[in-house]
T-cell receptor
Framework: GNSVTQMEGPVTLSEEAFLTINCTYT??????LFWYVQYPGEGLQLLLK?????DKGSNKGFEATYRKETTSFHLEKGSVQVSDSAVYFC???????????FGTGTSLTVIP | GAVVSQHPSWVICKSGTSVKIECRSL??????MFWYRQFPKQSLMLMAT?????????EQGVEKDKFLINHASLTLSTLTVTSAHPEDSSFYIC????????????FGPGTRLTVL
């Protein structure tokens, strides 16, 4: 079956610290992988995605590489800002027309 | 731009009442709509899939008589929570499936339901 396991939070970092949020998955076939961000009181926003092995998704300083050998899609950012405080969800889609499977979410708080 | 809207964005209701949530696709036609719910501090879980012109399919454990889903047209899907109870308080999100790999997956902005 399909599932996503995500590093539990909450995570608290100082501004400019390095961020890693681990995400591993199980899937049948060749899924696409995503990171979504949810700010307080708002809906999901796509942060980045990768559709095949070894692809690297990147956006706003965040990066994640689709690693088929380790079934991972870890999210990283070299220097976090206070404005990055949000909940981050790792997700996979088995393919077009299919539902998304989400991790449990990781709450990130960045302090000045 | 954003192509999926939901109404209302917030709703507070008394226990025992029914609440209807609308999900509209603004710039395209959707024959299918996924409905997810997100309990506080938990992840999104698919609860049901609406299909235009046919019955919705529900995930295991979701009461179809309580969560009525209607896909009235190619641009409108509705979720009605009947006889709501406090445990139904959640964030409900709709999302149409994409047609191709790499296509942008849109999610509605969500409806936060609080049942008193």
């Amino acid at each position: 079956g399909n599932s996503v396991t995500q590093m539990e939070g909450p995570v608290t970092l100082s501004e400019e610290a390095f961020l890693t949020i681990n995400c591993t998955y199980t899937a049948t076939g060749y899924p696409s992988l995503f990171w979504y961000v949810q700010y307080p009181g708002e809906g999901l926003q796509l942060l980045l995605k990768a559709t095949k092995a070894d692809d690297k998704g990147s956006n706003k300083g965040f990066e994640a590489t689709y690693r088929k050998e380790t079934t991972s899609f870890h999210l990283e950012k070299g220097s976090v800002q206070v404005s990055d405080s949000a909940v981050y969800f790792c997700a996979l889609s088995p393919g077009p027309g299919n539902q998304f499977y989400f991790g449990t979410g990781t709450s990130l708080t960045v302090i000045p | 731009g954003a192509v999926v809207s939901q109404h209302p964005s917030w709703v507070i209701c008394k226990s025992g009442t029914s609440v209807k949530i609308e999900c509209r696709s603004l710039d395209f036609q959707a024959t299918t709509m996924f409905w997810y719910r997100q309990f506080p501090k938990q992840s999104l879980m698919l609860m049901a899939t609406s299909n235009e012109g046919s019955k919705a399919t529900y995930e295991q454990g979701v009461e179809k008589d309580k969560f009525l889903i209607n896909h009235a047209s190619l641009t409108l899907s509705t979720l009605t929570v009947t006889s709501a109870h406090p445990e139904d308080s959640s964030f409900y999100i709709c999302s149409p499936p994409v047609a191709g790999v790499g296509d942008t997956q849109y999610f509605g902005p969500g409806t936060r339901l609080t049942v008193l």
